[in-house]
Structure formats: structure tokens, C-alpha cells
């Protein structure tokens, strides 16, 4: 199983930045892609954005242009950090945002266990 510890999150104004960071306990070349995806009380989990293992991103629409999705790994590749840069957030960015990891190999899906973001004044 792979080990995901995240952090970053917190509370922070309207139009405001957080970075969130997501270590993975995993050779990059592991990884078929990696992401962050969040939960609204009351709201089904969605895709934030993603970074495939030949750096492609994907972002959800209501992120685009806002959120930036990057990853690096460790000088021996026994460990992947994600980060998720949000900058100009807005009150319904508010959610718990988790990290996920998919493996080439079982298992397949490993999630962090979520960071709380809350955009208030």
C-alpha cells in the first residue's frame, strides 16, 4: 500500500493561495497518474486536476486558470510529491481535497486521507 501524507490546506480569504503538498511513498515510475480531488458537504467527489506519468495535466472547468498541478520526485525516486498551487480561491472551492495515486500495478487506487480548505472572509 502506498503511504500518501498530505498537507497544506487550512482557511484563507476570498482570493487568496494555498499550496497543497501530497508525499507518496513511490517510485514516479510506478505511477500511471496522480491528482487531487475534492468533496463538498453534501456533493459527490470530483477530479480537481491531474498529472499523468508523461506529465499531461488535466483540470476541472471551474479550476482552469486558477490551479496548478505539478510533481517532482526524490534524488533516489523512492518518493513523489504532487502539489496543488490554488490561487484566487472562492467560497465554493470549500471542500476536503484528497490526493490520489494510481498505480500500473494492484492496487491500483491509493487516496490520501484529506486536507481541509475552507475560503471564508
Known amino acids: 500500500q502506498v503511504q500518501l501524507v498530505e498537507s497544506g490546506g487550512g482557511l484563507v480569504q476570498p482570493g487568496g493561495s494555498l499550496r497543497l503538498s501530497c508525499a507518496a511513498s513511490?517510485?514516479?515510475?510506478?505511477?500511471?497518474?496522480m491528482g487531487w480531488y475534492r468533496q463538498a458537504p453534501g456533493k459527490e467527489r470530483e477530479l480537481v486536476a491531474q498529472i499523468t506519468s508523461g506529465s499531461r495535466t488535466n483540470y476541472a472547468d471551474s479550476v482552469k486558470g486558477r490551479f496548478t498541478i505539478s510533481r517532482d520526485n526524490s534524488r533516489d525516486n523512492a518518493k513523489t510529491t504532487v502539489y496543488l498551487q490554488m490561487n484566487s480561491l472562492k467560497p465554493e472551492d470549500t471542500a476536503v481535497y484528497y490526493c490520489h495515486v494510481r498505480r500500473f500495478s494492484y492496487p491500483y487506487d491509493n487516496w490520501g486521507q484529506g486536507t481541509q480548505v475552507t475560503v471564508s472572509s
Open positions: 513511490i517510485n514516479i515510475f510506478s505511477i500511471n497518474n
